[in-house]
């Protein structure tokens, strides 16, 4: 069974930052695109970033210059800086993990970590 489990959350000022955490138990990690979405009251869940198992990253314009995604394979974990935050940041922000195995499809969610940015 695999697990994500996300931390680094809290409570933050308008222009300050966070760092998140995603760490994933199992095996798939190599082998999986790890990305962070948010979910903000009343909204979709969106993207924010992606990291393929390839190396290539991707932001969602909202945050681009602002947040860089990175991960760590020998630890098994994706992080997320976030810089210069606003208000519109405020989201439950969630650790993904996708990809393919012996030919079989897998997508894993964490339960989220709760990031709020006052003003």
């Known amino acids: 069974q695999v697990q994500l489990v996300e931390s680094g959350g809290g409570s933050v000022q308008a222009g300050g930052s966070l760092r998140l955490s995603c760490a994933a138990s199992g095996s798939i990690f190599k082998s999986s695109a790890m990305g962070w979405y948010r979910q903000a009251p009343g909204k979709q869940r969106e993207l924010v970033a992606t990291?393929?198992?390839?190396?290539?990253?991707n932001y969602a314009d909202s945050v681009k210059g602002r947040f860089t995604i990175s991960r760590d394979n020998a630890k098994n974990t994706v992080y997320l800086q976030m810089d210069s935050l606003t208000p519109e940041d405020t989201a439950v922000y969630y650790c993904?993990?996708?990809?393919?195995?012996?030919?079989?499809?897998?997508?894993?969610w964490g339960k989220g970590t709760l990031v709020t940015v006052s003003s």
């Open positions: 993904n993990a996708e990809g393919i195995i012996a030919g079989m499809l897998f997508n894993y």
């Open positions: 990291f393929t198992s390839g190396g290539l990253t």
